[in-house]
């Protein structure tokens, strides 16, 4: 019979699931009373599971052959409640979790899972339930960890294997797999050898029939007995057809130019059109007699045996040859530095395939020139025509492509969104050669940012698939170690990558040779430095990528030959700011060399000229009092106080442990810092990424604020106006709660008053209306989307395209005449991207300043509807003369003074531009 106490529960949970287990929880009984759960209890959980996962409880984790349920997933029964207060009684909070784990219902595992202390066994428990919500990072890092600590864990193993195989990473999941299966376990060893086998057979027959399409078809180049790849053209037309041009171009007589029309009229067939068809008539009615000798010089340069390809460019380009001048450019890779030409002659061709690849190199050579808005404009336009004409491999090219340009701007998930699309069609394709080329964004997106564990699996799986290349998997290795702040590591990579026979050395590992140098020096380093630069100097002709070369010089000499070094990133400085600012590469080697410049100077006990260096950089005039520079270089950490009498003290570390996008900043400034701030009525705080946009780095009684940039003084006072944005219509697919209604105050307004409310407060009818407004209020949802944008975005009404979103972006392309002050009372809208690598302060608090803003008030995390009170009261203060700092902190301190809720308000950031 049950007690009384159970009777109670089993009434709630007829009502109220949820509340059941609070209720058994509440019964503490001490631990280890009551009789433990029966066997028939874990073979019950054991016989309805359907997971993959391994658990570590021994109950759960006994083999159970999985089978297909054949049908709709059936609801597992409740769990007894007599069994979960015995394990609560027990003090067993792994069974518990196991027990719910088990039935699938993972958000009740990892409750209990995260009350848990960390250890291998939990961290792998609470990683299968990542996995579960498709949290991948999460789930990869913690498993690493796992690994890390007790390299044959069988269970972190086996999730390992599952996170890796459901990220599309399936040789890296088979290696893993193979290794739980040689652990001997019953049942799960021959399970894991199962899914090994399948995970890289499915694979490796992507690349057979790859390898197999394009080589029969390279075979048409010198071989003219080689059968026509008919089959090979209907299954995989993307790869026949890429090397189907050169069988053409090489093709040194009339006659086998015609033999190659069946070829052609097949490939037609699945693409559409007759632009094959009508390239091997044309080019059967040249002269032979004086393009069959180039033809055959064509056909060497395309197997790598011609002596001088550049002779054979510009004799093709002489001959009016138009098409075998378009595939000697691709060849010898001078598409770029030709770009005219190339552009000129593919029109004459009037083929949809080449016209996208020329689209693609126009679009490139517009990003290098800073204007990535065109860039981008035409990828979309070329992936538009792309699609509709159905040639499918050149599409996953342009997406690939698109994928690389946002990520050179820093605008990572829509980077990433667009190269896991591509990925995912290039696997349906069988695209073999563009799945590489997509690992190797996605280990750049990943790594930058802060993603390490995934970055360092994307480089692994490359390295699976038996591309045979040395020197790029070492070089992104190293440089994520380097991030992640493991130099030993790092230095193992680096100088693995160094003794890659007959491969040349990278730019990129010319950084990490740079930035190792440091903390890991070793003699001969300046001499592999020279080899990677003249390397890089050869194959990157763009002037950025000289730019870039040279921070990278300057960078490795600063530490060992200090003069020559500042003289180089002096110089990187001049040169890059002479390029656009679009130009995201040399903004990087720009934002870098400050950074080097800074930490120097910090290392040598520079402090005046540390905080100099930040306010140039900021473009902002040097603080002469109250003020607190912050500079992090990689491992290296410059903080400079100047007090209420200009007194200069610094603080240099130069070996923090970890990486700085997880650091917990609160105590991060030291005291004897922070003593000389005292007095201060309000702090200047300089800072770049990745310190800007930390709301904790002085305490909440210290009024402070970041400044960046200045403000352009309009010619005219403007005339005040008070813009507020509220009562958003929010699409409905986001499923936001409707916000309360503002209501102006009733006390007489001083200036102007314009509201923007339901349907009108559209992103184009805000953005058109904030141009010469003195202050902007807008009271509405705030979300991280990363479909939408990297930093946080603030949620208006949508429009007839069905834009709804005000993204840091697009503001920053505005002009401000008001120089307004603003305040964003929506959460999060104040959060800043977070990147490993981001050269700009990215975020809508940054965007508003960069815009033309005096000031703008931003939370960084999510914030009560009371919120829209807080703002006002700040904004009320500063109306009054308060200074926007001082007003901040005072109502705050109000806030926090009467309501122990109201924490939320420390982490509200304030920018200002002088």
Request: hydrophobic fraction near 40%; glycine fraction near 6%.
């Amino acid at each position: 019979m049950l007690k009384p106490a159970y009777d109670k529960v089993l009434v709630l949970a007829l009502a109220t699931p949820v509340l059941v287990l609070t209720v058994l929880l509440a019964r503490t009984p001490s631990k280890g009373s009551g009789a433990p759960v029966s066997a028939q209890f874990w073979a019950e959980r054991r016989g309805a599971s359907r997971i993959e996962a391994r658990l570590t409880h021994p109950e759960a984790d006994r083999y159970r052959p999985r089978t297909s349920a054949g049908g709709c997933p059936v609801p597992p029964e409740p769990i007894p409640l007599r069994d979960l207060a015995r394990l609560e009684e027990a003090g067993d909070l792994s069974g518990i979790a196991a027990a719910y784990a088990l039935q699938g219902e993972w958000n009740q595992a990892a409750a209990f899972l995260e009350r848990m202390p960390s250890s291998p066994d939990r961290d792998s428990d609470l990683a299968a339930a990542y996995l579960a919500r498709g949290a991948h990072e999460q789930a990869l890092r913690l498993l690493d960890g796992v690994l890390k600590a007790r390299p044959k864990h069988p269970q972190a193993m086996w999730n390992r294997a599952l996170v890796l195989q459901s990220m599309g990473l399936t040789m890296k999941a088979a290696d893993t797999f193979e290794q739980v299966a040689l652990m001997g376990e019953q049942g799960w060893s021959r399970e894991a050898k199962a899914n090994a086998r399948e995970q890289r057979d499915e694979t490796l027959e992507r690349a057979r029939r790859w390898k197999e399409a394009r080589e029969a078809t390279l075979a048409l180049v010198d071989d003219p007995q080689a059968p026509l790849p008919l089959e090979a053209a209907r299954r995989d037309p993307g790869i026949v057809r890429q090397v189907f041009y050169d069988a053409v171009r090489a093709a040194p007589t009339k006659e086998r130019v015609l033999a190659l029309l069946p070829l052609a009229q097949e490939l037609d067939r699945g693409h559409g059109g007759s632009s094959l068809t009508d390239y091997v008539k044309r080019v059967s009615g040249r002269n032979f007699a004086r393009r069959g000798a180039l033809a055959r010089d064509y056909a060497s340069l395309v197997r790598g045996k011609l002596a001088q390809p550049d002779a054979l460019l510009e004799r093709v380009l002489a001959s009016g040859e138009d098409d075998l001048f378009l595939g000697a450019a691709v060849h010898t890779r001078a598409t770029r530095r030709m770009l005219s030409q190339v552009v000129e002659r593919a029109k004459r061709q009037n083929d949809p395939w080449f016209n996208l690849y020329v689209e693609r190199e126009e679009a490139i050579r517009e990003t290098a020139e800073g204007q990535w808005w065109k860039a981008e404009q035409r990828f979309f336009s070329a992936l538009q025509r792309c699609r509709e004409g159905g040639l499918s491999a050149r599409c996953v090219d342009l997406e690939l492509r698109l994928g690389i340009l946002y990520a050179d701007l820093q605008r990572l998930t829509e980077g990433e969104q667009h190269t896991r699309n591509a990925w995912a069609w290039a696997r349906q394709l069988r695209e073999w050669d563009m799945e590489f080329t997509a690992l190797e964004v996605l280990a750049a997106i990943t790594r930058s940012r802060g993603d390490f564990a995934s970055s360092r699996a994307y480089v692994e799986e490359w390295s699976a698939r038996g591309r045979g290349n040395c020197v790029w998997p070492r070089e992104n290795l190293a440089h994520t170690y380097y991030l992640d702040n493991r130099m030993d590591d790092a230095r193992r990579e680096v100088d693995a990558n160094a003794a890659c026979e007959k491969e040349s050395l990278s730019l990129l590992f010319a950084v990490n040779l740079a930035e190792l140098s440091r903390t890991r020096p070793k003699p001969g380093d300046e001499a592999l430095l020279r080899r990677a630069l003249t390397w890089a100097s050869h194959s990157n002709p763009m002037p950025s990528d000289a730019v870039y070369a040279r921070y990278v010089e300057g960078r490795f000499l600063l530490d060992s030959d200090r003069a020559r070094g500042t003289a180089l990133l002096k110089q990187t400085l001049a040169e890059a700011e002479a390029l656009p600012r679009g130009d995201s590469l040399a903004r990087e080697a720009w934002a870098l060399s400050y950074s080097s410049l800074v930490t120097d100077a910090g290392k040598a006990g520079e402090f005046t000229q540390a905080l100099e260096l930040m306010a140039t950089q900021l473009g902002t005039p040097v603080p002469q009092r109250c003020a607190l520079a912050a500079a992090v270089h990689g491992e290296r950490t410059v903080l400079v106080a100047r007090g209420t009498q200009g007194q200069v003290v610094g603080h240099y570390e130069a070996d923090r442990q970890g990486p700085f996008i997880r650091a917990d900043t609160s105590r991060w400034v030291p005291e004897r810092l922070r003593a000389v701030l005292r007095g201060c009525e309000r702090v200047d705080v300089l800072a770049w990424p990745p310190v800007f946009g930390r709301t904790d780095l002085l305490p909440p009684e210290v009024p402070w604020s970041f400044r960046l940039g200045r403000t352009a003084q309009p010619r005219t006072t403007p005339a005040a106006r008070r813009l507020v944005v509220s009562s958003v219509d929010a699409p409905a697919l986001l499923q936001l709660p409707r916000l309360p209604q503002w209501l102006p105050s009733q006390e007489a307004e001083p200036v102007p008053l314009q509201v923007l409310s339901g349907s009108d407060a559209t992103p184009a009818r805000v953005l058109a209306d904030m141009r010469d407004a003195t202050e902007i209020e807008i009271h509405a949802h705030g979300i991280m989307d990363p479909s939408l944008s990297d930093a946080s975005l603030v949620v208006l009404s949508p429009e007839t395209s069905g834009r709804y979103a005000l993204t840091a972006d697009v503001v920053r392309q505005q002009k401000l005449t008001g120089a307004p002050m603003v305040f964003l009372a929506a959460c999060s809208a104040g959060r800043a991207a977070s990147t490993t690598t981001s050269h700009e302060p990215f975020s809508l608090p940054a965007a508003f300043i960069d815009a033309g803003a005096r000031a703008v008030l931003a939370s960084t995390v999510d914030i009560p509807d009371a919120a829209g009170r807080f703002f006002d009261g700040v904004r009320r203060r500063i109306r009054e003369g308060a200074a926007p700092a001082v007003a901040l902190r005072d109502e705050r301190q109000r806030w926090l003074e009467r309501d122990s809720r109201a924490g939320w308000t420390r982490h509200v950031i304030l920018v200002e531009s002088y």
